[in-house]
T-cell receptor
Framework: AQTVTQSQPEMSVQEAETVTLSCTYD???????LFWYKQPPSRQMILVIR??????QNATENRFSVNFQKAAKSFSLKISDSQLGDAAMYFC?????????????FGKGTKLTVNP | SQTIHQWPATLVQPVGSPLSLECTVE??????LYWYRQAAGRGLQLLFY??????ISSEVPQNLSASRPQDRQFILSSKKLLLSDSGFYLC????????????FGPGTRLTVL
């Protein structure tokens, strides 16, 4: 079974600085998707970024970028120019590519604190 | 644009009482729909998913059930709640045109006393 591990239960960063959140996963599949979701205090899960495993280029969305290392099964999230609104729980998630109804497998999350 | 609604937002129920949580999606047709539960301090666990009206797949055996009476409506139910049913329930949708990326609703916080 696929598993997702986030080894950092909590992280903190100064406003305007850069922080990297770690994620590793275990799978025997060659085709899959990886995601980072943000869960602010409102608790709604918000998609931050998505990476297709077949793409070598790392995904970026404004201040958010990933470092996808397929051989190492590593998928870290870098947040640049951190803002107070970035404070939230961040979840890494995995989904097999076969079939549109495939479930997301989540890590346990990393709580990010942004200090002013 | 697509939107997803869940209600109620918060619910406090006694043990043994019934449950009905509703999720509706607007702005898309024939979405895949999902129910997840998030226990305190944990990630999300998939409970049910549906690829069409009346088609429900269960991931975890438990006293909960799901139904999809309409294309964009997904209901989570229980006949008798247990203390262990407390948690945060999230509904999500996906469609092929967005690569089946799952988008989540605002959630329902359920407390069983």
């Amino acid at each position: 079974a696929q598993t997702v591990t986030q080894s950092q239960p909590e992280m903190s960063v100064q406003e305007a600085e850069t922080v990297t959140l770690s994620c590793t996963y275990d799978t025997s599949e060659s085709d899959y998707y990886l995601f980072w979701y943000k869960q602010p205090p409102s608790r709604q899960m918000i998609l931050v970024i998505r990476q297709e495993a077949y793409k070598q280029q790392n995904a970026t969305e404004n201040r958010f970028s990933v470092n996808f290392q397929k051989a190492a099964k590593s998928f870290s999230l870098k947040i640049s120019d951190s803002q107070l609104g970035d404070a939230a729980m961040y979840f890494c998630a995995y989904r097999r590519a076969q079939g549109g109804s495939e479930k997301l497998v989540f890590g346990k999350g990393t709580k990010l604190t942004v200090n002013p | 644009s697509q939107t997803i609604h869940q209600w109620p937002a918060t619910l406090v129920q006694p043990v043994g009482s019934p449950l009905s949580l509703e999720c509706t999606v607007e702005g898309t047709s024939n979405p895949n729909l999902y129910w997840y539960r998030q226990a305190a301090g944990r990630g999300l666990q998939l409970l049910f998913y549906s690829v069409g009206i009346g088609q429900i797949s269960s991931e975890v055996p438990q006293n909960l059930s799901a139904s999809r009476p309409q294309d964009r409506q997904f209901i989570l139910s229980s006949k008798k709640l247990l203390l262990s049913d407390s948690g945060f329930y999230l509904c999500a949708w996906s469609v092929g045109s967005s690569g089946y990326t799952q988008y989540f609703g605002p959630g329902t916080r359920l407390t069983v006393l």
